[in-house]
Each structure stands twice: as C-alpha cells, then as structure tokens.
C-alpha cells in the first residue's frame, strides 16, 4: 500500500522541485563548447547549498558528485569529470536535493551549441514523451499508463526506450514506490491515486535499446553508442490532471516565472 501525501508533503516536495527546476537552470547557462562537466557540477552544489539545500546526490550509495553528467551515448549515473563539452555534444544533467527532510530530483538534456537534426529530434520527442507520460498520471489512471503512453509516442518516432532504469515515488526519500517504468501495458500495475507524488523520466535512446554499465559500476552506455537523452519531473497525481511540481520553464522561459 503506498499512502498518498498530505498537501504539507506536497509544498515541502514542492520547494526541492523549485530549487531542482532552478539549479538545472544554472547549469543550463553554463553549458557550453568549451566547458567541463566538472564546471557544471560546481555550478549546481554552489547554487544548491548556497539556497540551504544539500545536494541529494553526493554520497547516495557512493555517488562522487553533486550531479549526474551524462555525455552522448551515456544514458545516465555519468560522473562529472574534466571532459570538455564540445559543439554538437548533449549533456544530461540530472540533480538532486534535499530540503526540510524532502527531496527533489529532475534532470534535462542540453544540446551543446548546434547539434545534427537527428540529434535535435532525439531531445524534442524525449521531452514531449515525458509530458504524455504526466498527461496520463491521473488518479484512478496506473502505472503502466504511463509507461505505455511514453513508450508508444518514442517509438512512432523509431527511437527506443530504456528498460533497466525507470522513474519513482518521491518523499522523505529519493527513491519511492511505486517504480515507474518508460514501457508497459494499459490498465496494469500500480493504482495511481489522488496525492501520489511521482519521478517519471524517460530515458530515450537514438539508437537500439541495449544498455551497459560502465566498468566504475556508474554510467549506463547505450551499447550501440548511440545518443541517449533524459528529462525527468515530478508531479502530483490528482483528480482529472496532473500537478507537475518541478518545471523547464527556468530553463526554457527564464525571467517569466515568479515564485
Ligand atoms: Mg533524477
Ligand atoms: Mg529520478
């Protein structure tokens, strides 16, 4: 049984994915040819602790970072290093904090410069997937609703869905039930109901959908290398619609949001 939170979860769950959706907006400013993903790590635990939080992050199970920095053909668990990013690159970054005992976890591709139209495609249809995974993340909708809303729109565009990783319940810890996998059939699976708090991030690859992990136990590589992309927010699941928490619009919009 997975108990919905209370609307004092919800706003507390609501200030980590404010500040989640702005530090991704911080390292969206700083990416550029030229720079390392070690840089865009700075960036995001300065501006993280800066803003009172910790970041989530560092130390969960022994991850070395602030953030997830994944290049190219690494679909996600990158750890920032002193690559330097170059024209054509994407970089996922995905991040994490811990505020007020509650967590927050959102994650977005960045072009770097100009990529190829391929390239471009791979991250509009990624993100456009995540908002019809969230459209269908209604209560009395399940699980694998959403999953299969994800899967079916990725694959009309021939791309392809990781399997081994997939979203999550989020409170008090980074990880909740129930899991919230990118595949999967209509009307089955967990029931979603009015208060469930979810991470739902499509993890899309150009390519095949085979995956490694990387010798440091870390970074999943898709095994074709092909490009990989990733966006994640968190939404409530309320009657009739979902309540997205955490948004691109820092990112995307900056300047038009007051909070
Ligand atoms: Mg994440
Ligand atoms: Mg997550």
Redesign the pocket.
């Known amino acids: 049984m997975i108990k919905p939170k209370t609307e004092v979860e919800i706003e507390l769950l609501r200030e980590n994915a404010i500040l989640v959706s702005k530090t991704l907006a911080e390292v969206g400013k700083a990416v550029a040819p030229g720079v390392t993903t070690k840089e865009l790590n700075r960036v995001a635990e300065t501006f993280i602790r800066d803003n009172g939080a910790i970041p989530s992050f560092l130390g969960f199970e022994g991850f070395p970072a602030a953030i997830c920095a994944s290049v190219n053909d690494v679909v996600v668990h990158g750890f920032p290093s002193d690559y330097v990013l170059k024209e054509g690159d994407v970089v996922s970054a ?1 991040i ?1 904090t811990l505020y007020k005992g509650y967590n927050g ?3 977005y591709t960045f072009p770097v410069g100009e990529v190829d139209a391929k390239t471009r495609k791979l991250l509009d249809v990624t993100k456009a997937s995540l908002y019809k995974g969230i459209e269908t993340a209604v209560a009395g909708a399940r699980v694998g609703d959403i999953g299969y809303a994800v899967q079916s729109y990725v694959e009309s565009y021939g791309f392809s869905v990781v399997r081994e990783l997939e979203g999550h319940g989020i409170g008090t810890e980074m990880h909740e039930n129930p899991g919230v996998p990118n595949f999967g059939r209509q009307g089955r699976g967990t029931h979603l109901v009015d208060g469930m708090v979810l ?1 739902i ?1 499509p993890m899309v690859n150009a390519g095949g959908k085979a995956v490694y992990l990387a010798r440091n136990g870390w970074a999943v590589h898709t095994a074709d290398h092909s490009k990989s992309a990733h966006y ?1 927010l968190t939404v409530v699941v309320r009657k009739g619609h979902a309540e997205q928490l955490s948004t691109f619009d820092f990112i995307e919009k900056d300047g038009t949001i007051n909070f």
């Open positions: 995905d994490g976890d959102s994650a991470c991030e994640e």
